[in-house]
């Protein structure tokens, strides 16, 4: 049972939290043909390539800055319901721009949704501006320029998502000395669709305090060795990575091992519906599944505030509220 317990989430796309139902309303409302992504309250994808094409085409209902309001309000409120005290979200001015309402417009209205959650419960949050892979190099750049510059209080972090397959963490280098320079923390998804070596790229291109999954890493107990060595924090997706195939099993996915090698593990949800899962569940799955006791779990969480994006003093609170 973990419902009592507090809960933090560093690693959750927004766009990849869009309920079915809300989604189904919203391409309604824009007389959008939605029926090859969303079928009988499900998104349907069949790999990790569809399911990027099948994220991208869902976002494309979320259209001005009160849809985005009311999407992160939305998450946020489901979050606030389970106990959770702080979230971050992953965020992508590229597809505000996509859609022709704007980076800016699209901030904006995620940050009237983190408001407005805010106000009902408490409930923390901070964006992770993230570049895809998959809409090449110099759009990276654009996004971590933008983040930069935005001189927005609620963007902290900066990633790099998408296509894992596409490139080596050293094209993207430039873009993380954008945010590093800017101060946003960084952290990269890696480890997830490509191997062990796409942990060590990001770590020898770029050093992240946080990798995305990173569970390939697994492979290589010498990488696993530098991981718990350099304290680097994995924001581990159980649900996502039996979803998407990186593990056949639970029995076999390495939370567990890696946690016992010293290497320092938080849990989060990824793109909770698509995966069909959700911050509650994965919570209970590390109980259940994984053994761990709520004084583990506790521990991965607290692990989980002291790893995020936030000044101390903000930092200093959600340590207290655990
Ligand atoms: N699990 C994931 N990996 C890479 N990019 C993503 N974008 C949304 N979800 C993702
Ligand atoms: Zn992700």
Redo the contacts with the bound molecule.
Sequence with gaps: MTSHLKKVELHC?LE?AAPPALTAAQARKYGVDISAELRDGAYVWHDFASF?EC?DKVSEVYKTEEDYALLTETYLDELAGIDTIYSELIVSPDHGKRIGLGADAYISGICEGIRRAKEKSGIEARLIVTGERHFGPESVIGAAEYAAKAGNPLITGFNL??E?RMGRVADYARAFDIARDAGLGLTI?AG??CGAFSVADALDAVRPSRI?HGVRAVKDPDLVKRLADLGTVLEI?PG?NIA?GVFPDFTSHPLRRLKDAGVRVTISS??PPFFHTSLKREYELAAGTFGFSNAEIDAMTRTAIEAAFVDDETRMTLLARL
Excluded: F, K, N
């Design positions: 796309h990849g990027l994220y998502a998408g894992e998804h997830e669709v995305g997706c996502s998407l990824d793109d």
